[in-house]
Nanobody, 121 residues
Framework: QVQLVESGGGLVQAGGSLRLSCAAS????????MGWFRQAPGKEREVVAH????????YYADSVKGRFTISRDNAKNTVSLQMNSLKPEDTAVYYC??????????????WGQGTQVTVSS
């Protein structure tokens, strides 16, 4: 079983930055695809970014491309999301997730509890 714990959320003004971190338990973290998702009030959960087990391949939603950067440190069992140039529409609960399968489009197996990010205008 893998447990994921997010941290780093908070309140920031538009144009500001935040760095989210996700700490994972378990010795198999380095084999998982890791992703960040978000869910705003009244909206469906959406993928923000994901990173392959090695860190070599990353994906970003168009809405965050060029502003957010996902990274991982397999030695420390952590995955991070650096968020720059934040906009009010980035306001959401952000979730860290892990996927065992390396097949694109497979469902994620493990989820964190979420961390709130609020961007004021």
């Amino acid at each position: 079983q893998v447990q994921l714990v997010e941290s780093g959320g908070g309140l920031v003004q538009a144009g500001g930055s935040l760095r989210l971190s996700c700490a994972a338990s378990g010795r198999t973290f380095s084999s998982y695809t890791m992703g960040w998702f978000r869910q705003a009030p009244g909206k469906e959960r959406e993928v923000v970014a994901h990173i392959s087990w090695s860190g070599a391949v990353t994906y970003y939603a168009d809405s965050v491309k060029g502003r957010f950067t996902i990274s991982r440190d397999n030695a420390k069992n952590t995955v991070s999301l650096q968020m720059n140039s934040l906009k009010p529409e980035d306001t959401a609960v952000y979730y860290c997730a892990g996927r065992v399968s390396r097949v694109a489009g497979s469902p994620y197996d493990y989820w964190g509890q979420g961390t709130q990010v609020t961007v004021s205008s």
